[in-house]
């Protein structure tokens, strides 16, 4: 049973707009959260992560929203270019494992 | 070099072949990781060496064995494989375990089983 979950295997978006990724998870246990994103034939590269002790994070153009209740998480770029075009993995990890558990990814398609 | 660097890149192997992933950083790390991913999954972590230790094997089946003989490289070695373990194949390495954002990872070895 995955405990991260990417439901969205794609999104495409237009140049300048806000591109919205969304993350679900599952294990209660989960206190830290990362977003990597991958380039094709490389491999994935940290991008930003939030702690469960904040409901935001955010670093340039990119920006995590944490929402504990639900249990999900999203990663907001703003704005969006075409370099930005990749794919976005979730991850999750607990206090006690610290390994993070990953989500299979959204591809993020950003059209000039 | 810097960063995780793998070879090979691509792989194509029989069943019956046995083969190695070769892993190898130069940042001074001192934990090493084996991710699979497959197409449509989650990446998955297969291994974690720490310290040259293993310290983690997520119910690897055993035609995947993994050898660390120092804090910069790492194996994978590869026997009477299935066509489901057609993958890519990631290695990554960190400073000491930690969350995931000190993970760099390697371009992955993409490995076909006909």
């Known amino acids: 049973d995955q405990q991260v979950k990417q439901n969205s295997p794609s999104l495409s978006v237009q140049e300048g707009r806000i591109s919205i990724l969304n993350c679900d998870y599952t294990n209660s246990m989960f206190d830290y959260f990362l977003w990597y994103k991958k380039y094709p034939a490389e491999g994935p590269t940290f991008l930003i992560s939030i702690s469960s002790i904040k409901d935001k994070n955010e670093d340039g153009r990119f920006t995590v929203f944490l929402n504990k209740s639900a249990k999900h998480l999203s990663l907001h770029i703003v704005p969006s270019q075409p370099g930005d075009s990749a794919v976005y993995f979730c991850a999750a990890s607990a206090g006690g494992s610290y390994i993070p558990t990953f989500g299979r990814g959204t591809s993020l398609i950003v059209h000039p | 070099e810097t960063g995780v660097t793998q070879t090979p890149r691509h792989l194509v192997m029989g069943m019956t072949n046995k083969k190695s992933l070769k892993c190898e950083q130069h940042l001074g790390h001192n934990a090493m990781y084996w991710y699979k991913q497959s197409a449509k999954k989650p990446l998955e972590l297969m291994f974690v060496y720490n310290f040259k230790e293993q310290t983690e094997n997520n119910s690897v089946p055993s035609r995947f064995s993994p050898e660390c003989p120092n804090s910069s490289h790492l194996f994978l070695h590869l026997h009477t494989l299935q066509p489901e373990d057609s993958a890519l194949y990631l290695c990554?390495?960190?400073?000491?375990?930690?969350?995931?954002?000190?993970?760099?990872f390697g371009s992955g070895t993409r490995l076909t089983v006909v």
């Open positions: 990554a390495s960190s400073q000491d375990r930690d969350r995931g954002n000190g993970y760099t």
